[in-house]
């Protein structure tokens, strides 16, 4: 089952995280955030493209050092739709939020200092998307064997036209 399968299956689900109340609350972030920025939708899903990425890569490392548990655990201490400047530093070196930064702002023209002041909001958004709770989305994502490739601003803007935000 793909990435997208998982994500259609969870939004029928309620009962789990990822269901239609999250997934509307994730589309409803990113619309605040295009707002504040004055940017669209599509600029906010390239920044979260490459945060995505740079989160796969983050968390896979974590796994291989720490282990699923301790993953599980960050995802869900860090999940959500407010910022959390914490959530950023758990992941990412001053180093690599530059990276980031400056990565999404070579896509999309935007600003790296106004990416990297999104990094707080941004990242809880995607480890929120990802939150486990009986949800697989996690350990797809992290399956370096099954989807090395996933992008979360993909999987984000599909259950956002589901959602008709």
């Known amino acids: 089952m793909g990435l997208f399968d998982q994500i259609l ?3 029928g689900n309620s009962n789990q995280q990822g269901g239609l109340g999250q997934l509307l609350s994730i589309a409803t972030t990113i619309q605040q955030i295009s707002n504040s920025t004055g940017t669209d939708n599509s600029t906010i899903q390239s920044i979260l493209s490459v945060v995505g ?4 890569s983050s968390l896979q490392e974590k796994q291989a050092s720490e282990g699923t548990e301790a993953v599980e655990n960050l995802v ?3 999940a959500g739709n407010s910022p959390d ?3 950023v ?3 990412f070196s001053p180093d690599v939020q ?8 070579q896509r999309t023209g935007l600003d790296a200092g ?7 909001t941004l990242v809880p958004l995607v480890l929120s998307f990802l939150q486990s709770g009986g949800n697989p989305m996690l350990n797809k994502f ?9 992008d979360i601003a993909d999987a984000i803007k599909l259950a956002s036209r589901f959602l008709g935000k």
């Open 9 to 11: 299956g969870a939004v």
């Open 53 to 56: 990425k740079q989160v796969h």
């Open 76 to 78: 869900n201490q860090f």
């Open 85 to 87: 400047s914490q959530a």
């Open 89 to 91: 530093s758990s992941l």
């Open 98 to 105: 530059q990276q980031v930064a400056e990565k999404a702002a």
């Open 114 to 120: 106004i990416i990297q002041q999104l990094l707080p």
């Open 142 to 150: 992290l399956d370096a064997d099954g989807n090395g490739d996933v």
